[in-house]
């Protein structure tokens, strides 16, 4: 079983991959470095629009757990819908989320 990671944690690796400052990281999703700082330090979580941002910037997939159908729908291109831990639904979000299983 591959070992789970928090979001900061990611940020970091991925923002030292890319050789930036946590400040050129926050220039480029528009943000202040305190921001990118506390996010990797898991002293704050990232607001979704931070997460869609980064996303962009750096070209990555982003797992995203949610209950909220509004924020999946915001910031998913896919979703996969689980009840009692079993997937019942997969696929592009306007699919998922347009015809119900």
Known sequence: ???????????K??????????????NQVGCSSETIRKIEAQ????????????????????????HD????YQLGDRLI???AGRVVQAGPKSEVLGRPA
């Open 81 to 83: 819908l689980y009840e």
């Open 69 to 72: 159908l509004g924020e999946a």
């Open 13 to 26: 690796r991925s923002r030292k991959a890319l050789d930036l400052t946590q400040a050129e990281l926050a």
């Open 43 to 66: 002293e704050r979580r990232p607001s979704a629009q931070i997460v869609e941002r980064l996303n962009r910037e750096q070209r990555r997939t982003v797992v995203l757990v949610t």
């Open 1 to 11: 079983m591959s070992q789970q990671h928090p979001f900061g944690y990611w940020l």
